[in-house]
């Protein structure tokens, strides 16, 4: 059986919080065409992604990549910042 590997989703957002050790919140937004309204509505949802050197800092750009659990609400991980 041949092995296909995987694409993990990649996320763009900017970082809202720092505080934590070795954690970033990044605020990811959205865009999308209301079915109903036919209006463009914009939607945030918040992350936690893993940092393991600190890097990022509150307002950076960042790409963020599907990892595997690290700990109850960080299933992300830090890949660039922008």
């Known amino acids: 059986m041949e092995q296909t590997k995987k694409i993990k989703r990649t996320l763009d957002g900017v970082v809202v919080s720092d505080s934590n050790d070795k954690t970033v919140v ?7 065409k209301d079915s ?36 109850k609400l960080k299933k992300w991980e830090l890949l660039k910042i922008n």
């Open 36 to 71: 109903v309204y036919s209006k463009f509505v914009s939607q945030s949802k918040k992350y936690h992604a893993h940092d393991e050197k600190n890097t990022a800092k509150t307002g950076d750009a960042v790409t963020i990549i599907e990892s595997r659990p690290h700990s």
């Open 26 to 32: 990044v605020k990811v937004t959205r865009r999308f």
